[in-house]
């Protein structure tokens, strides 16, 4: 059974920071490409991190350079560090995972919030 788990989310100021966590089960996160995505309220959902197997990462233009995906493969959990947040990073996160010859991800978490301040 296949199963991520977001937590970490909460509330932030402006400027500080915050990690959250996906955790998986049911699979090997190492085997997967696995993302992290964000909807803010009233906005389509957007990728805005992404690690493929050989741990290359990608980034949405508007946390490049701010925010950091990274992935445990001991604890199968993939992290998501955020760094100087704005109010424009503010919105429900997920996690995500796919399969690396599919482009579209089949398997998602519930959600955790973050709210900047």
């Known amino acids: 059974h296949v199963q991520l788990v977001e937590s970490g989310g909460g509330s932030v100021q402006a400027g500080g920071s915050l990690r959250l966590s996906c955790a998986a089960s049911?699979?090997?996160?190492?085997?997967?490409?696995m993302g992290w995505f964000r909807q803010a309220p009233g906005k389509a959902r957007e990728g805005i991190a992404g690690i493929r197997r050989d741990g290359d990462e990608h980034y949405a233009g508007s946390v490049k350079g701010r925010f950091t995906i990274s992935q445990d493969n001991a604890k199968n959990i993939i992290y998501l560090q955020m760094s100087s947040p704005t109010p424009d990073d503010a919105g429900m996160y997920y996690c995500?995972?796919?399969?690396?010859?599919?482009?579209?991800?089949?398997?998602w978490g519930q959600g955790t919030q973050v709210t900047v301040s």
């Open positions: 995500a995972a796919r399969e690396p010859w599919q482009t579209e991800y089949n398997y």
């Open positions: 049911g699979f090997s996160a190492r085997s997967r490409c």
